[in-house]
Every structure is written in C-alpha cells, then in structure tokens.
C-alpha cells in the first residue's frame, strides 16, 4: 500500500473542564483546567463500571468527567487508580 497523503495522527489529548467536585460531592474551585490524558485516573463505581476523574492543582478537589470526552487510545493509557496516578505525577516532579 502507498500513501498518497499523509493523515492527521493525533500525539495527545487535551480538552478544558471545570474544577466542580462532581460526582465527589461538589466543592470544586471552579478554576478552568486544560487536561490531558496524563492528568486523569480511573475509578470504579461498580464492578464493571469505570469512570474517568482529575484532581484540580489549586484546590485538590476530584472531579468525574464524562468517560466518552476521552478518545478510546488514549482511555487506555489512563492510570488504573488513583494511586497509580499520584505515583506518576510524584515521579515526574521529580525530573
């Protein structure tokens, strides 16, 4: 196969969302954050329901975000939980 003309490949994801506490009982900041996939963890309200959430820098708060604003590759290179994320966030702080 030859390509003709070379597609759009998308490297990250970012979109803006509103530090509102949803889904953690309120309480958000308000600030307005731009995310990318590195800023988000997963968590599991049932057993086979997964939802995506951020923790804002400025207040600490954790907002749920809607699981289909998240592109399917790059859902999948979301940390598995909280703990995995703070992990990664520590680590790169650290550089």
Partial sequence: MKIIKKGKFEKTWTKRYKCTGKGHGGGG???????????LFLDYE??????????????????KIPTNDVPDKFREMIPRDYK???HNQERGAKK
């Fill in 46 to 63: 049932y057993a086979d329901s997964i939802t995506i959430h951020f923790e804002c820098p400025q207040c600490t708060s954790v907002t």
């Fill in 84 to 86: 995995d994320w703070k």
């Fill in 29 to 39: 900041c308000r600030a307005v954050l731009e995310l990318t996939s590195d800023d």
